[in-house]
């Protein structure tokens, strides 16, 4: 990796680079600072056979405390975090590289008089990891508004995939293979006003019932098949503010894990939060599906 040496480090904690502040070291980390670099470098790890992961605002990752092999890539210099604006009657489109953070797209949209993704206010994360999770909300998520993606494949090559191209699931897409590069999202043109009062709202109640403070947060849980809400089954089977070591289900929304060090787990300094974290879902999981027969799938996407 030495040709690449100007952007990749070796042994990079991934804990500074995950919401939760969590996870051992990564054998390389890549910050590239131009296209060019990045799929020199996915030739590269073709040829060595390196594992690549990508990585955004690492608001939905759980990485393992002993850390991981091959290279994790963020795209989070400047050249991945432009913001593009093409609005007219019959073009009301607006281009995100993939470093964007999901806060700056919605509100540039909005100051613009577009609308539609303003539900999504106060959803942590990138344009990339939010389009890789198709993240959203129950009514509402980020791949409907998509016209086209850019993305670059890992034998170094770009493709551009327009809408019909792309699989959205339920917190999932199709775009879990590449390394998303860019977005062009078809919006809706409305009041610049009136949407922003709307973002407001949405931002208000998200606020009410998110820890949306903590900076050591998950979710931890997807919404069930026949849409009975994670943190209801979980406050159903009293397991509101159950800790394992320092990772705990939080109080303010029982679908979200929170870090709190109490003396204790500092004076350990826990080298398991991660392995806590796990344990922390699986007790949740065994204990819902014995009381009420229904299987919680994870949120967190588990390196
Ligand atoms: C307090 C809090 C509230 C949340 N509320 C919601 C909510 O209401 N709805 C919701 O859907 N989610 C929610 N989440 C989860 C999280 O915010 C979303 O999943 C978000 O989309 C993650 O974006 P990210 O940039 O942090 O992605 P990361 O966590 O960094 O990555 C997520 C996935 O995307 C992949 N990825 C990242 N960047 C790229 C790229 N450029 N190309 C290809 N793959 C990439 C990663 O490999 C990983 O698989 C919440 C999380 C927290 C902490």
């Known amino acids: 990796m030495d040709e690449f040496r100007s952007f990749v480090r070796s042994n990079v904690r991934l804990s500074d680079y995950t919401r939760l502040g969590v996870g051992g070291t990564v054998e390389y980390f890549a910050e590239p600072e131009s296209e060019l670099q990045l799929l020199s470098l996915l030739e590269s790890c073709r040829r060595k056979n390196l594992s690549i992961r990508a990585i955004g605002a690492g608001a939905n990752i759980l990485a393992p405390d002993n850390g991981i092999a091959g290279v994790v890539i963020s795209l989070n210099k400047p050249a991945f975090s432009g913001i593009k604006k093409r609005v007219s009657k019959s073009e009301p489109f607006i281009t995100a590289g993939a470093g964007v953070k999901l806060v700056q797209l919605i509100t540039e949209a909005v100051t613009i008089g577009l609308g539609g993704i303003e539900g999504l206010i106060g959803i942590p994360g990138t344009v990339g990891g939010s389009l890789c999770d198709n993240a959203g909300t ?15 494949n890992l034998d170094g090559t770009i493709s551009v995939l327009s809408k ?57 849980f997807n919404s069930t098949k026949t849409g009975a809400s994670a943190s209801d089954l979980i406050d159903q089977v009293n397991l509101k503010g159950t800790r394992i070591g320092s990772a705990t289900i939080s109080e303010n929304n029982s679908n979200f894990i929170v870090i709190e060090q109490n003396d204790n787990d500092k004076k350990n300094n826990e080298h398991s939060i991660g392995e806590n974290i796990k344990r922390l879902i699986q007790l949740v999981q065994d204990r819902i599906l014995e009381k009420t027969d229904i299987e919680l799938e994870p949120a967190l996407r588990i390196w």
């Open 138 to 152: 129950r009514n509402d998520n980020i791949g409907q508004w998509v016209e086209s993606v850019r993305v670059a």
């Open 164 to 220: 019909s191209e792309i699989t959205f699931g339920y917190r999932s897409s199709s775009l879990d293979t590449g390394i998303i590069l860019e977005a062009t999202f078809r919006l809706e043109l409305g009041d610049e006003l009136e949407l922003s009062k709307r973002m407001q709202k949405f931002w208000i109640v998200r606020k009410s019932q998110q820890p949306c403070g903590e900076s050591r947060a998950a979710m931890a």
